[in-house]
């Protein structure tokens, strides 16, 4: 193996790529834009919602962390079934908490908490002012689109937290989600499995 290998990743095991952040911040299309280019699956966190916490939601409750929890879990085993393949995945996830994305980056079977540079779950937070934000969810759910109220957004903003240890690039949501995109693939390129872009 040539010297330049070995201190590359090893390209074969696949990356979760998490776009995180409060609703409305275009987490969903961000991810699913990601996930063509990149030619992986897309994990949609709120396809993995309980009929009960989206009923909850929509009332404008927001989730507990009990209600969370195996909402996470699931996403969690989603995440191992496609790095257990040595796929990579494009997951659109709020992940508000660092106890939440700690559960997500389990999907690594080989993540030791704290060793968020070697975990094979990586997040992108998309960011927005207040108003940008709330003038999204409320242009979504006036053209009847999507179960969650602009009234919870305050409660997202309230709950989003992000250590600095951990890492995280965060991103201007107002951009273009196609240069968003393209951002990520630059910053992640050499860890992916992927050889579609
Ligand atoms: N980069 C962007 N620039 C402008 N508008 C955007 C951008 N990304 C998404 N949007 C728009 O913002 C709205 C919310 O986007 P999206 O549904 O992807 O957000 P989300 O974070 O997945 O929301 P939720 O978590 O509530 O499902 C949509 O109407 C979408 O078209
Ligand atoms: O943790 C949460 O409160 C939920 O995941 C919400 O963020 C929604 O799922 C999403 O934002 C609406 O689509």
């Known amino acids: 193996m040539a010297g330049s290998d070995l201190l590359r990743p090893d390209p074969a095991t696949g990356l979760a790529i ?25 994990v949609e966190a709120d396809d993995y919602h309980s009929h009960a916490n989206k009923e909850k939601m929509s009332r404008g409750v ?5 209600d969370r929890l195996p909402w996470l879990e699931s996403l969690r085993d989603a995440i191992r079934e496609r790095l257990g393949r040595g796929e990579d995945v494009a997951v659109s996830c709020s992940a508000l908490r660092l106890k939440y994305r700690e559960v997500l980056r389990q999907g690594d079977i080989s993540y030791k908490p704290g060793s968020y540079e070697t975990c094979r779950v990586k997040f992108v937070c998309l960011e927005a002012s207040a108003e940008v934000i709330a003038g999204r969810v409320e242009r979504r759910a006036a053209e009847g689109g999507h179960f969650m109220p602009a009234s919870l957004v305050r409660s997202q903003l309230d709950l989003l937290e992000i250590d600095a240890a951990e890492g995280i690039t965060v991103v201007d949501a107002t951009v273009p989600a196609h240069a968003i995109v393209q951002a990520t693939v630059a910053q992640f390129r050499d860890e992916l499995a992927s050889t579609a872009c």
């Open 18 to 42: 998490v776009i995180m952040g409060v609703s409305g911040c275009g987490k969903s299309t961000v991810a699913a834009m990601l996930a063509d280019a990149l030619g992986c699956g897309f």
């Open 62 to 66: 927001p989730l507990t962390d009990e």
